[in-house]
């Protein structure tokens, strides 16, 4: 369930999704999107593995599991527990979902 106290932010300087999402994140997003299952978050690493480390990954798949843009649920495993994550929109969805974050935000000024 989407979190009233959204942690997401906008950057005015930049188009298109790149305003919510720095490029390596939009990348996981877009690896999400793609899936038709949900996926571990070595499996949303993967495609930038050289680029951007597991944990800040995790820590932004958890950041939006927080803000209700992905849902997770734990799955055991070799080595104990793990995170499967989905995204809760497709990707005309989550853009519906951001401007109504923001809008709705904009109109408490």
């Known amino acids: 369930m989407p979190n009233n106290e959204h942690t997401i932010k906008m950057d005015l300087k930049k188009q298109d999704l790149l305003m919510f999402f720095k490029p390596w994140q939009l ?9 038709d299952e949900g996926l571990s978050s070595r499996d949303v690493w993967k495609p930038q593995e050289n680029e951007i480390s597991r944990a800040s990954v995790i820590n ?3 950041e939006m ?12 495993g070799k080595g104990g527990h793990r995170g499967i ?6 990707e005309q969805g989550t853009r519906q979902y951001l401007k109504k974050i923001f809008t709705e935000r904009l109109d408490q000024l």
């Open 27 to 35: 990348i996981c997003m877009n690896t999400l999107w793609s899936s």
């Open 60 to 62: 932004f798949l958890e």
């Open 65 to 76: 599991v927080l803000n209700g843009v992905l849902e997770k649920h734990e799955i055991t």
């Open 85 to 90: 994550y989905k995204p809760v929109f497709d």
